[in-house]
DNA sequence: CGCTATTTTGAGATGGCTCAAGCTATGTGG
DNA sequence: CCACATAGCTTGAGCCATCTCAAAATAGCG
């Protein structure tokens, strides 16, 4: 009953990556093993300091990967989209988890007991190899993010991560690319490592500049390649606030 | 000969974190497909930018993981230390190394080719749950020092650096415990996301407050838990620059 | 239609960076 | 063995990007 159920609702697990090329009998053997999980807009899947029991898979809806420290100061790790999956490995050998999962929609997940995928993964090392590869995309990325976060200006991290947003949530309106995510000034600060102030300065500038449209919790790119030539350093134009870099002698 | 040698040199495959838990047969298989490479102080094991084709684990010696941008500015992102390996996913499916790999002493590794490595995961599935295991914990680290680096002040971020290079590399002394490597005001600085002068201040602060004493490119810490109480909140004690912080009404 | 969360904006403070010099170990070649 | 070269370190002065704090404007929501 409830595996038929399953099968129904869960047609396209080989487009998972975590689940590619595996075969057929393996996929029946994850799917077999996988419960679901909604949660709430707002809810959270699990909290910084839980016991780390349960493994997922996004199906729908967006989940926030954040880490909060004493005083309370937090950052937006990452943006976890469907297909893909979190708290994939600190659940093999219990302890907790060292962040909080929050659904940013209404969110689904398949989930798995951490035991169940540990013996999951020893029986089809394809799957453990799999989620070695996701996982080292994201150490990967982090990696990036740090260094950006080391030596670069707010206002380019702030571009780069509106335009990684835009990649992982953009929809195209005929207004622009709207960002398709309830995504306040203070979620931008905590994603870029500045200030909801400094972060509302930034966009008004962008906006008198005509590079985007905001509203409340709202980011529609209007002109794309502005926010690129930010990001990178092709044309040093457009700064935001101080006054424009002088010429290069 | 090869294969009876490598079992005289290495001894002790199963202190090895990657190899924890293997059984003699499997360990053989992985002595088998080692081969080993040494590294002169200040040679690289591979650059960033490298095709990535070898994963090592390192005997002896130690290693530093940096990433370097367009316009020079570096990171050190991680000190691998004996018996930790690096560049243990990447080259399983190609690609390029996003890091380098830089020996800051005579270091010497095990090495095998990613194929090698990816055919042994696939025929060891608990050494691929040992990777993943060990990659989860280096992302996990490396979220925290993320949110450091997002949320603390310059000094908090250098005393935990500096405790951090303790427990990798302390080793007592009757002076106290001495920072066992080569350690620049540049690496340090490096491994803050600072600049070399903010890092020089900072440790003449620290040696005027005999939390320790220092020398060309030589740390030794004296009263450790001088910088334990910089680099959490216990008391707001002895601010490097900058005047007294105002006593709370 | 009032409440509350979000955003904007100003003014001021400052931590840390930049740049410029000079200083000091360390090691090297004469 | 010494004087010079080099790499690392310190220090001062000035600046400025960003944070802080305060307050007002705005926009959804119930």
Redesign the interface.
Known sequence: MKESIDRILIPDLTRIPLFAHLRAEQLDAVREAAHRRSVASGGFFFHQGDVANTCYVILTGRVRIT?I???G?Q?I?HLVTPGEGFAL??P??GGEY??AAEAVDEAEALAWDGETM?SL??????L??N???L??A???E???????????RVERRVARAVLRLARQAGRRTEEGILIDLPLSRQDLAEMT?TTLYTASRILTGWEQAGLVTTGRERLVIRRGHGLVAIAE?LPPRTPVHGNAAPLEP
């Open positions: 880490q420290d004493a005083d100061r950052v790790l490995v600190a093999l050998s060292g962040v540990r993964m020893l029986r089809i090392p394809e453990a190899l989620a070695l590869g996982l080292s994201r150490l990967h982090l990696q990036e993010r740090y260094r950006e976060l080391a030596t670069e490592g350093d």
